[in-house]
């Protein structure tokens, strides 16, 4: 069961099940919490895991709108202070990850330990950041349909592809339901993020990074990159899985967190 509280002049849709240390999940792009359905049922039984949907995404309001990605991390610490959570790991998939460094950055004293999966820590090409607005543009005069199934096989890999169509299935469910305008605003901000190559170094926490062996989106140099930057780390590759590991095996994406967070 999803509940809403109000946290940074918007109303934020969350779930908090389980108890011990807490771990919150931050979602990818352009999906929502329904992706982490798999951590929390799991992950739930030794902790406490916290999962919610970014603003305007899933069942979240839009509020006054997504100016940028630290929005998302004052809006996570504002989730965190509505639930009385301190300190808590955080582990963010993708945009989740951006959105991640973005809360070290400035929350960075509230994360236990970090988690950082199919990301990257620079800032999209000339090219990448060119076809964010025109797929901003075109999300906005035609709908969410036109991104689909260009995003589809994007986000999960081969094998799934071919073998996960329960996987498949839901992924084109979230997208589909995704609001245009959240959509575009995201795609926007996430083209003025900023880079945070410099940022690894600071990084102190214990890390874990996790990729999906057959990752197009943010391929596995990317996260040894990652690794390479961030002196405490460790590096998990997820075989036979894409962009969404943590959708396509959950049970070694799992287990991975746990061996971590033992
Ligand atoms: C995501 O999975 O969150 C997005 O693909 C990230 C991106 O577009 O850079």
Excluded at 62 to 83: E, K, N, Q, V, Y
Excluded at 103 to 114: C, M, T
Excluded at 179 to 196: F, K, N, Y
Excluded at 204 to 212: A, E, F, N, Q, R
């Amino acid at each position: 069961m999803k509940n809403k509280i109000q946290a940074n002049n918007t109303e934020i849709a969350y779930r908090d099940r389980g108890e011990g240390k807490a771990i919150i999940f931050l979602h990818a792009f352009p999906l929502s919490q329904i992706m982490w359905d798999d951590q929390i049922d799991q992950l739930s039984t030794s902790h406490r895991v916290i999962t919610f949907d970014w603003r305007g995404f899933g069942d979240s309001r839009l509020g006054d709108g997504i100016a940028s990605l630290d929005l998302f991390a004052d809006d996570l610490a504002a989730l965190m202070d509505g639930l009385s959570i301190q300190k808590a790991t955080i582990c963010g998939l993708s945009m989740g990850g951006y959105a991640a460094l973005a809360f070290f950055r400035r929350h960075g004293h509230r994360i236990e330990k970090l988690i950082l999966a199919d990301t990257r820590a620079t800032t999209d090409t000339e090219e990448g950041r060119r076809g964010r607005f025109e797929t901003a543009e075109a999300v906005r005069l035609h709908g969410v349909e036109v991104i689909i199934e260009t995003m589809l096989p994007r986000l999960v890999g081969e094998t799934s592809l071919k073998n996960r169509h329960d996987v498949c299935d839901k992924v084109r469910s979230m997208i589909k339901s995704a609001d245009p305008e959240t959509v575009a605003q995201a795609l926007i901000a996430m083209a003025g993020r900023s880079d945070s190559s410099e940022l690894l170094a600071e990084i102190k926490i214990p890390t874990l990074i996790i990729v999906g062996s057959e990752d197009k989106l943010t391929p596995p140099v990317e996260a040894e990159f990652i690794r390479q930057g961030i002196p405490n780390s460790q590096m998990c590759i997820i075989n036979g899985a894409g962009h969404l590991p943590n959708m396509e095996s959950p049970a070694d994406f799992n287990l991975a967190i746990a061996n971590f967070l033992k």
